[in-house]
């Protein structure tokens, strides 16, 4: 199983990216998927989740409004969209997938049993 991360970068307050992560060997429509971030000297933190048994999706409080999480089971892929990024947005993003779940989707890492590499997120101006 192989969770490949990319889309980070450096953009401004203000600006948008969208990250994308690839999966082999695993199906993400089959499969809660979990987006989690880790800034400089920080702990890695939850960030949204979208459910493996419906397109539900969820969002911690600061990104609501903010990021939206998708899934192409075609493309098997995960993606997502950041709009009005922050400097605090500043971080490495890391796809995670979650084999077990039988429905729904967690916010907690120890939930996910596979994990990308991560893409680095930068926010300045």
């Known amino acids: 199983v192989q969770l490949q991360a990319s889309g980070g970068g450096s953009v401004q307050p203000g600006g948008s990216l969208r990250l994308s992560c690839a999966a082999s060997?695993?199906?993400?429509?089959?499969?809660?998927m979990g987006w989690f971030r880790q800034a400089p000297g920080k702990e890695r933190e939850w960030v949204s989740c979208?459910?493996?048994?419906?397109?539900?999706?969820h969002y911690e409080d600061f990104a609501k409004g903010r990021f939206t999480i998708t899934r192409d089971n075609a493309k098997n892929s995960v993606y997502l969209q950041m709009n009005n990024l922050k400097p605090e947005d500043t971080a490495v993003y890391y796809c995670?997938?979650?084999?077990?779940?039988?429905?729904?989707?967690?916010?907690?890492?120890?939930?996910?049993?596979?994990w990308g590499q991560g893409t680095l997120v930068t926010v300045s101006s």
């Open positions: 995670a997938g979650d084999p077990d779940l039988p429905r729904g989707c967690s916010s907690y890492m120890i939930s996910y049993d596979y």
């Open positions: 060997g695993f199906a993400v429509g089959y499969h809660a």
């Open positions: 979208i459910n493996n048994n419906n397109n539900n999706t």
